[in-house]
């Protein structure tokens, strides 16, 4: 029975370790997508009154990367995973079971980053969409003052 529980709680913290591995990987992705578009176009506009989002970019581009940094430093027994004792009552019989507990703050700190990352780059787009149209109107703007007719 012990094998079996061994086998158990190894095998659940292989699949543990392999979801983190990929929330990880999927932050890198993000942001590698939103720094990509910000560098495409460094010159965007500040609209009055908000924020810059390239700069806010780069500050969340910081905490991303310290995240990442932070995870990988983790060992897979030491301070990502820890396999704790319980006692656990059977059919009369005392039995010590190995749980897996999963560090918790690292994982929301994940999902607060990814959050973060995903609200940047819908204001990168919303940004991106208004400097588009503003540059559109000036060329509007220019060919109504030369005369010359859009086809559109």
């Not at 506009?45 to 390239?54: A, E, R």
């Not at 995903?118 to 109504?144: F, P, Q, S």
Request: aromatic share 2%.
């Amino acid at each position: 029975m012990s094998d079996k529980l061994d086998k158990h709680f190894s095998d659940q913290a292989v699949q543990e370790t392999d979801l983190q591995d990929e929330s990880i990987r999927d932050l890198a992705s993000t942001l590698r997508e939103m720094l990509g578009t910000a560098n495409a176009i460094p010159d965007l506009p500040v609209i009055q009154n908000t924020t810059n989002v390239i700069e806010e970019i780069s500050r969340q581009s910081l905490q991303v990367a310290s995240l990442i940094h932070e995870y990988t430093k983790l060992t897979w027994a030491g301070n990502s995973i820890s396999l704790v004792l319980d006692p656990v009552r059977v059919n009369d019989g005392l039995f010590i079971v190995r749980t897996v507990k999963i560090q918790g703050d690292l994982k929301s700190r994940v999902e607060q980053c990814r959050d973060s990352c995903t609200k940047l780059m819908d204001k990168l787009a919303l940004r991106i969409n208004v400097d588009t149209n503003i540059r559109a109107k000036k060329i509007e703007d220019g060919l109504h003052q030369t005369g010359t007719i859009l086809l559109v």
